[in-house]
């Protein structure tokens, strides 16, 4: 059986004390922008790395999550077509 990550990086766990009220307003501002609290401060890091000019270049792109998007069929009529 194999590891999990065998052949990637596998993603750190780090143990993060926030007072109360700061994590409140991070939650409520996750939820406004629809991610997981983690997502969040990973979110808030690299861009905090990013603008810094500290953001490593072989960094992973932040793993997208939710529902993929709809691909569109060539055969479906346009939106908005045929109707006056």
Do not use: C, Y
């Amino acid at each position: 059986m194999t590891e999990r990550g065998e052949g990637r990086r596998a993603r750190k766990q780090v143990l993060l004390r926030l007072d109360p009220a700061v994590h409140d307003a991070l939650a409520r501002w996750a939820a406004d922008e629809l991610r997981s609290t983690n997502a969040q401060i990973d979110f808030i890091v690299r861009r905090a790395l990013a603008e810094a000019g500290r953001l490593p270049g072989d960094a992973r792109p932040h793993p997208r999550r939710g529902r993929p998007p709809r691909a569109r069929s060539q055969d479906s009529p346009e939106e908005g077509a045929g109707e006056s």
